[in-house]
């Protein structure tokens, strides 16, 4: 069972449309993670928390917009999308932000995000 | 750059025996991951290897080989459940996870 939680499950947007994708977990953990998940391709890391501060962002597009008020919730506000943006949306959270299996990730259950 | 490679899809017969290999070529190594996922749900964590050799766990077994940069995911007595994908992830020298674009396993009765 997953101790991380993702909402909502489905979300189709129009690509004038803002919306907000919300992630919680309940594990204690330190670092969480924003991941773009497309068919067939690796899964791509697009922003990390580590103790509420950003130390990751990989070159995302402004139309993404991260924010974490607390070290249990991460959201990731929307705007502007374009349909290449269609993907699943996954959270993650880990112990710390090190190497080794301290560093492992627990993943919600993603979003699955259309944008027509 | 780097790079993380995987078979795109196996196929396998239940009860048999399937191994899932996986090559790197990146800048460090501070371990290797695989995680498995069912179509439609999260990644879940199967297994870690920062040392060379085999970690059991059950029916799943790891290998590691730091010198080839290769490592497989050994599936024993498969069952139907085990019906998903597994993506290899390996932590480089800046401790950032590069994800494998996944294995798809389809078990077949």
């Known amino acids: 069972e997953t101790g991380v939680t993702q909402t909502p499950r489905h979300l189709v947007m129009g690509m004038t449309n803002k919306k907000s994708l919300k992630c919680e977990q309940h594990?204690?953990?330190?670092?969480m993670y924003w991941y773009k998940q497309s068919a067939k391709k690796p899964l791509e890391l697009m922003f990390v928390?580590?103790?509420?501060?950003?130390?990751e962002n990989n070159s995302v597009p402004s139309r993404f917009s991260p924010e974490c008020p607390n070290s249990s919730h991460l959201f990731l506000h929307l705007h502007t999308l374009q349909p290449e943006d269609s993907a699943l949306y996954l959270c993650?959270?880990?112990?710390?932000?090190?190497?080794?299996?301290?560093?492992?990730?627990?993943f919600g259950p993603g979003t699955r995000l259309t944008v027509l | 750059g780097q790079n993380i490679d995987q078979p795109t899809e196996m196929t396998a017969t239940e009860g048999a025996i399937v191994q899932i290999n996986c090559t790197y070529q990146?800048?460090?190594?501070?371990?290797l991951f695989w995680y498995q996922q069912h179509a439609g749900e999260a990644p879940t964590f199967l297994s870690y290897n920062v040392l060379d050799g085999l970690e059991e766990k059950g029916r799943f077994s790891s290998f590691l080989s730091r010198s080839k940069g290769y490592s497989y995911l050994l599936l024993k007595e498969l069952q139907m459940k085990d019906s998903a994908s597994y993506l290899c992830a390996v932590t480089d020298s800046n401790y950032q996870l590069i994800w494998g674009a996944g294995t798809k396993l389809i078990i077949k009765p």
């Open positions: 993650a959270s880990s112990p710390i932000l090190a190497g080794g299996p301290t560093d492992t990730q627990y």
């Open positions: 594990l204690g953990h330190n670092a």
């Open positions: 990146t800048s460090g190594f501070n371990g």
């Open positions: 928390y580590s103790l509420e501060e950003r130390v």
